[in-house]
């Protein structure tokens, strides 16, 4: 009997070390669509993932910074550069929108290379490099926008408004480009050689440099490859609303490191991962569809989020304790 009793506790403990947070995202997708049906209409789905692809973005970003063994504060600075860059080379230069976004890309990658330059120049641990980071990009943006005002571009040229309000059969252009994205990060992170050195960084960095990686010039690749990927979120919320407004990527940086580490409970080994990132933001999305379907005033609906997202954060801590007592 004990035996039995055992291995019932053993069988329960794998099922809720491997699929607890999966088991969590069906059960909240499961009450939303039973409390209201129009949750799981086709275009409430498709909403879902508009409103969240550039939380997507974001958090890949993260994912590949988290996954060499750091943290990247400053994602939501890439953000506001990218946008800053491109609105401004557009209403102030007349570039055309390629060239633009173009711009704006480059802005974006101006706030990797000072991570990079921090990190990997002055031996910074990456939680204080892009702290500070942070705060140069935040004051950087207050000085130039005179306080914290948005820069306005009405005139703005359809290719670029497409970037955001286009689409391609249905389809809306940002989940386009968020998916690419998750194409190309999944191959980069997930199935290359390279990506397998980012990940034996993040895991033991002494034994990555005795194995011969060159741990610093991958270091500077994924910070400045992290903020460029940002800086296209940067983009589509310029596109979006038709104006730069500063410091407007802050409101990302949360959901995304939560993301993150949600996807790392997913991994059998811990480890960050492109598919367990997506699914993160797409439980955030969910989360935040569902309470907003259940027409929750604006303070409760707050913290019903958070009390859930804390939750399902302790959840992966436990996941991941199990694992490492086996």
């Known amino acids: 009997m004990n035996t039995v009793a055992n291995q019932r506790r053993f069988s329960f403990r794998k099922i809720v070390m491997r699929f607890g947070f999966l088991i969590v995202f069906a059960a909240f997708f499961l009450f939303f669509a039973a409390w209201n049906p129009v949750f799981v209409q086709g275009q409430n789905l498709l909403n879902i993932v508009e409103g969240s692809a550039i939380l997507i973005i974001i958090a ?5 910074i988290v996954a060499t063994g750091g943290i990247d504060l400053s994602v939501g600075i890439a953000l506001d550069f990218g946008a800053a860059f491109a609105v401004v080379a557009m209403k102030s230069y007349g570039m055309g929108w390629f ?6 890309l480059i802005g974006g990658s101006l706030v990797g290379l000072l991570n990079a330059a921090l990190v990997v120049g002055l031996r910074i641990s990456p939680f204080l490099a892009t702290l500070g980071t942070f705060f140069i990009g935040s004051s950087v943006q207050r000085i130039f926008t005179n306080g914290g005002g948005p820069i306005s571009h009405r005139q703005m040229q359809d290719g670029f408004r497409n970037i955001a309000q286009g689409d391609l059969f249905g389809i809306p252009t940002e ?50 490859f992290a903020a460029i990927t940002c800086a296209v979120g940067g983009l589509i919320a310029a596109a979006n609303i038709r104006m730069f407004t500063p410091l407007s990527g802050f409101s990302y940086l949360l959901d995304a490191i939560a993301a993150v580490f949600i996807g790392a409970a997913l991994h059998p080994r811990g480890r960050p991962n492109v598919p367990g990132t997506l699914a993160g933001v797409l439980f955030l999305g969910m989360l935040t569809n569902g309470l907003n379907l259940m027409g929750l005033d604006f303070n409760t609906k707050d913290a019903l989020s958070g009390i859930i997202l804390v939750s399902a954060l302790a959840l992966a801590v436990a996941q991941r304790n199990m694992r490492n007592a086996d």
């Open 60 to 64: 890949l970003g993260m994912t590949l």
């Open 99 to 104: 060239p633009a976004a173009c711009v704006g």
């Open 175 to 224: 989940v386009i480009i968020a998916v690419v994205l998750v194409v190309i990060y999944y191959f980069v992170l997930e199935r290359s050689v390279w990506g397998r050195q980012v990940h034996a960084i993040g895991m033991q960095r002494s034994a990555a440099i005795v194995a011969g990686i060159r741990v610093n010039r991958i270091l500077i690749a994924c910070f400045v």
